[in-house]
């Protein structure tokens, strides 16, 4: 059974930065492509960044230029580097790689960024 688990949430002011981790185990990681969700209150969960097994990025338009995406396929973890916070982001924060029916999600961590 794989296990995705995130880390590196908090509260922080606008302006400020978070990084987030991922740490993944039973799963084939470093071929397998990563991403970072997220899922504000009253909103649907949306695609924030994804990484390829080859390292190919893609963001979502609300934080590009702000958010970098990275993977350690020795330490099977994926990173999620947030600069620029906007109260805006403000969501609890997924990890998810899609394997098996359904794919397979983290627990989530929460990220409030003040105004």
């Known amino acids: 059974q794989g296990e995705l688990v995130e880390s590196g949430g908090g509260l922080v002011q606008a302006g400020g930065s978070l990084s987030l981790s991922c740490a993944a185990s039973?799963?084939?990681?470093?071929?397998?492509?990563m991403g970072w969700y997220r899922q504000a209150p009253g909103k649907q969960r949306e695609l924030v960044a994804f990484?390829?097994?080859?390292?190919?990025?893609l963001f979502a338009d609300s934080v590009k230029g702000r958010f970098i995406i990275s993977r350690n396929n020795v330490k099977s973890t994926v990173y999620l580097q947030m600069n620029s916070l906007k109260p805006e982001d403000t969501a609890r924060y997924y990890c998810?790689?899609?394997?098996?029916?359904?794919?397979?999600w983290g627990q989530g961590t929460q990220v409030t960024v003040s105004s």
């Open positions: 039973g799963i084939p990681f470093s071929s397998t492509g």
């Open positions: 990484i390829s097994v080859g390292g190919f990025t």
């Open positions: 998810y790689v899609a394997l098996g029916v359904g794919g397979l």
